[in-house]
């Protein structure tokens, strides 16, 4: 079992940066595919990006590529997502999740999730 938490999150002005971090308990964390979903208000759970376990492979919706980053830290069990350039419309609670299966996309893939950290893009 995993259990994961987010931080980093907060106001941020329209094109500035945040570096969110998910720390994760337990010594199987890197045994796990790790995603980045985030929730706006009144909006589904939408995918951002994903690592495999060993940390070679990342995949990011179209909506953040080349803006966001995934990288992870198995000796540190802590997961990161580098936002830059951000708009006002990445404006969500992200939350971090932990799947057995690699590269997916869907939120009932994921076996673990943490509660989540709210990132306020102003504009």
């Known amino acids: 079992q995993v259990q994961l938490v987010e931080s980093g999150g907060g106001l941020v002005q329209a094109g500035g940066s945040l570096r969110l971090s998910c720390a994760a308990s337990?010594?199987?964390?890197?045994?796990?595919?790790m995603a980045w979903f985030r929730q706006a208000p009144g909006k589904e759970r939408e995918f951002v990006g994903s690592?495999?376990?060993?940390?070679?492979?990342?995949y990011y919706t179209d909506v953040v590529k080349g803006r966001f980053t995934i990288s992870r830290d198995n000796a540190k069990n802590t997961l990161y997502l580098q936002m830059n350039s951000l708009k006002p419309e990445d404006t969500a609670v992200y939350y971090c999740?932990?799947?057995?299966?690699?590269?997916?996309?869907?939120?009932?893939?994921?076996?673990?999730w943490g509660r989540g950290t709210q990132v306020t893009v102003s504009s």
């Open positions: 999740a932990a799947s057995r299966f690699m590269m997916v996309t869907t939120v009932s893939s994921y076996d673990y």
């Open positions: 337990g010594r199987t964390f890197s045994t796990y595919n």
């Open positions: 690592i495999d376990w060993s940390g070679s492979t990342t």
